[in-house]
Every structure is written in C-alpha cells, then in structure tokens.
C-alpha cells in the first residue's frame, strides 16, 4: 500500500477543478448521465482524481443502465475503502480512496457475478489512464 496523502482542505482547492473538490471532497454527486466515463468501453485503468491512486480496471467495468460508471471489484482491495453513509434518509455505503479518502460513490450489493458488487462511482472522481497494449 502506498503511503497515504494527506492535504488541507486550502491545498487541496489550489490542485482540484471546482467539480473534482466538489466530489472528493465534499463527498457530491454528479448528475446520471452527465460525467465522462459512464459510457465509456475503452481499455485502460481509472484512477483518483485527487491522487493518482489505480482504483478500477476496464475489465470490471460493466453497464448498470445508472448512468454512472459501474465497477464489480476495485484494482485491490485495498485501493478503496467503505464507510456507512445515512445521509438523505438513505443506508448506504460510501466509498472513498484509500490513499486519500478522496469520496468516489457509493457500493451496492446488486452487482454482477462474480462478486455481487457495483462499485457506482462519480466520473468526475477519476482521471482515465489508457491502456497501452490495444490487444488487452
Ligand atoms: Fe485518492
């Protein structure tokens, strides 16, 4: 695991788009069908917006029909990090880089196999790395 990063919230404002400092900080949540990467079906890993931090594969992406980009498992385990979240009148749970507890979504117990999981997850929370190797 790598070291965690830990900034105040002033730093964090100076390095974050007004959108980016919204979600991850302030744990928000982009409009369905509004980000960058519900759609997308391109190969490559998505990342913390805040940190860098590999959070989710193309290969375990999958299409909820939520309008958010939808993940079965993180890269790791230990790349994400889930707390109890009961605002709104709603049980759910939050989850948020393990690096630097930047807020990504939510995860819900409704995923497909193999784990059940669906990690939904803010497109504006992630930057998008592509793969390199078109065969993967
Ligand atoms: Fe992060």
Do not use: Q
């Amino acid at each position: 695991m790598t070291d965690k990063v830990v900034k105040s919230e002033s730093e964090w404002k100076k390095i974050l788009t007004p959108e980016e400092y919204r979600l991850l900080r302030e744990a928000g949540t982009e409009p369905a069908f509004s980000g960058k990467f519900w759609n997308l079906k391109d190969k490559g890993i998505f990342v913390c917006a805040g940190c860098g931090n590999e959070l989710f594969s193309s290969d375990t992406k999958f299409d909820s029909g939520t309008g958010w980009p939808s993940f079965f498992t993180p890269v790791v385990k230990t790349s994400v990090e889930t707390a109890p979240d009961n605002r709104f009148g709603m049980r759910r749970t939050e989850v948020v880089c393990a690096r630097c507890g930047g807020h990504l979504g939510h995860v819900f117990d409704d995923g497909p196999a193999p784990t059940g999981l669906r990690y939904c997850i803010n497109s504006g929370a992630l930057h998008f790395e592509p793969s390199k190797d078109k065969k993967k």
